[in-house]
Every structure is written in structure tokens, then in C-alpha cells.
């Protein structure tokens, strides 16, 4: 009996973390003034209890040639799964935002390119699982070489 | 629809001393009452600032006058009371050193709060390069006026600034911690706000920018002809119950007699801007509709409650088709122009905007 209430409690945290992923959108979004001057929210879609995800964000980029990673505060909103990213990376280089997070068993991940004039809504990518290493260095590949044209 | 104010119970929130189901009930209030959530925020300001107060020694004049306010008990006590109760005495005495500061911290606060201060830049007639600058507090019923040659800065209390641009005239209406409103009577202004929504207000002459929370440009003729653009947050632009919901990266126009228009972004094709301008045309709508990116629902939402009921369902199907409609909004209810549907709708297409 005890094992059959396990097991329709997983089956019940998987089916509420099914389809996980981040939505992203820019400051008005999140309808929160404090976050007008974030670079960019996100809110967290298919978890059961929007506040029991668990999210981190790091900046990777490219500065003077050099590769770098910021980690960044990911600040949550009034509203429980929205969250806001600040810039608190350096203003030059080439940069991309790693957004991941947890739901349970279950993985999201995003790679949100940044422009001259904030984030890049439309190249924006979205997975079932953190970004891979090859995912963050294919995304900014076309950054780099476009700074360089 | 606001109920009773929470005044009284805003410092009792703060605190964590309300019981699950009164605070509920406030912050209810707080999320539909502007006046309330001014207030929790300036109770909010004043207990950190009293958090850190500094100590301060009580100056021997103070027992003259406590022990003058209290001559009965000072004939009754004798020296009894000031040897024996000497320890009460001192506490009592500090905690109205304490009060006394905190109330004079408020004051000067408050009144600072409340101090516009304008910066009026000019250039020299000799067109040198260093600006002429003369600064001067202002308060309800003043104007400020700048020329072709001039150009000033308005700090609003502690809430932000405002530019004002050249060949500018403006009048301070109001400049008290819950409200700070200006008329501007022609020119353009440049405001940069830093308070929670619905502290700051610019009326022209055909509609009122409420501020929601902001940075934002306003041009205006005397008649009321002109535009609003937002860089940051939103701002309520308002006539006679005629609502425009401008996010940043948005503008506005208004007219004379009219109110403020239909908002759109400032990316929008040409096409959409153009036949904005025009929308009594008839072929102005399809334009509309059929150049409309799913970033337009902006225009599209706003154009659904100035439509009649046959254009609501063409622009209800042309956002149904730009962008899939949430579970929770039914057709039904935005054809009836169903307020929470509306603004529900309105809440899951600023993910797009």
C-alpha cells in the first residue's frame, strides 16, 4: 500500500512538472514596477507549485577575446514562478544569459542572447535540460562574429 | 470597490503581528488601493530610518520641562521622586528623547519629501558653453517656464526628476507625499520616476499621464494635441474614462476633445503607425489587422473595447490567430468586454510585448 502512495506520488510530481520550461518576456511582464529596469523576466511554466522551482541564471560571454561567466542574483517577483534578471554583467563583449532550472525531477533550461538593445527575444532557445556547454558555445559563436562585421 | 483604508494597520503588517486572515484582507486592499500603498511605503521608509537613529545624549534642559509638565507629582514625590525613582525617570526621559527624534526625522523627511526643487539651466546670450544654472524650490500654484534658450530640471520631492525642455510652461498642482501632479500647458518634459505607481501625475489639456511605475516623455500644444513615450514600466494615460495602458518601448497620441489614442509600438511597420492616424477610414482597420506582428496585440487590445461589435470579433480572431488565447479568457467574455477577462488577456500578452 505504502509503495503504491509512492508511486502515485511520483507519477503525480512528474505529471505536475510535465512540460517544464521558462517563458521569457521583457521588464512590463512581470507588471512589478521594482523590476522596470530588468534586463529581461521569466517565469517558470509546468510546475505544479510555481513556487517550488528552483532557478539560477549565469552571464556567459565573451570580453576582449577572453571567455567569461558571471554568476547572476535572479530576483523573484511578487508573483510566485517570475523572476528578473539585472545586467550585472560587463557592458562589453559578448554576452548570453543561462537560465536554469528544477521542478521536482524535472529540467529547464534557456539561452537568451543579449544585444545593444537588451535581450534577443527572437533567438532566444529553450530546452528540457540545462543548457550543455556546446549549447552556451553555439549561441554565442553568432554574437562573437557578428561583433567582429 | 477599495473597502475601508488599512492606515491603522499598516505599521501591525509591517511588523508580522496580524493574524493570517487580516493580512490577507490588507494586502487585498493594497494590490486595488494606491493611497494605501503609498502609505505602507512611507511607514516602511520611516521605521528603517528610525532603525537607525543614532543615540543621542539627553540634553539637561529636558528635565526642566518634564519635570515642569508634571508639578503635581513633583510637589507629591518631593525628593522621594527624584532619588528613589531615578531609574523610570531616566527611561521615561529617553524615550521621549527617542520619540522626540523620531518625530523630528519625520518631519524633516516628510517636509523634504514634499520640496520640488528646479534647476534652471540657460545659455548665456554670449553662447558660452558653461550654462547659467539657478536653483529654487517651487510648490502648488507656481509655474516654470523656460524659453528657445533655456531648459530646466524639477526634482519631485524624493520620488525622481522631470526635464523640461525648451519654450516649456508648467504648473505645480500638487506636491504632497501621495500625490505629486503638474499641469504642463505646452512643451515636452522627460520623467524619470522612482516611487510606487500612481504617485505622479501630468495633466495637459486632453489627458492625464498617471504614472505606473516609470520613465517616460510627454509633449503637449496648448490645444492638447500630443504624444506620450514610454522608455521604462507603464504608464495610465487617461481622459474622461478613456484608459490607454502604454508599456515602455510604447507611444501615445492624444487630441483635443478626444483623449489619448491608441497606443502602438515604436517598431510597428509604418503602415499600422500610419493608419493609427486615420482609424475613422475604413480601410484603415484592415491595415491594422493585417499588418498587425503578435507584438501589436498592444494596439489590437486596446482597439477591442473602442470597436463596435462586429470589428471586436475581426480583431478577436486576428490576436486568436497571432497568438494562442489562455485557457482562462473566453471569447464570449471579451466580445462582452468583460473587465477581469480584459485585463487578464492584457496580463498574459505582456509576455509578448
Redesign the interface.
Known sequence: MLRLGIANLVVAMLACAEGFTF???????S????F??ATFVF?TEGCGDAGTAQVSATAEGVLKGERQSVVLKVMPGSKPGVYAVFQSWPAEGQWIVNLKGTCGNAHAGAIVPMGPKGFIRESAKFFPHPATESEVETALKPLITGAKK | MFGRHIRHQVAGLLDGELPLAERKRIEDHLAVCGLCRAEREQVRAGMSMLKHLPPAQAPDTIWNAIEAAWPERQQRSGAWFRQGFRPWFLAYAALVMVAAAGIAYWTRVHHHERQWEVVKIQVSAGGDKEPIRKVAGVGPGDWIETDAASSARIRVGQIGSVDVGPNARLRVVATSPLEHRLTLERGEIHAKISAPPKLFFVETASATAEDLGCEYSLKTDVQGLGVLQVTLGWVSFQWKGIESLVPAGASCRTRPHAGPGVPYFDDAPEELRNALENLSGERSFDTILRVARVRDTLTLWHLLARAGVSDRVRIYDRMAALTPVPADVSREKVLELDAKTLTRWKEALAWTW
Open positions: 517563458v521569457i518576456g521583457s521588464p512590463v511582464a507588471q512589478q514596477f521594482q522596470k529596469a517565469r
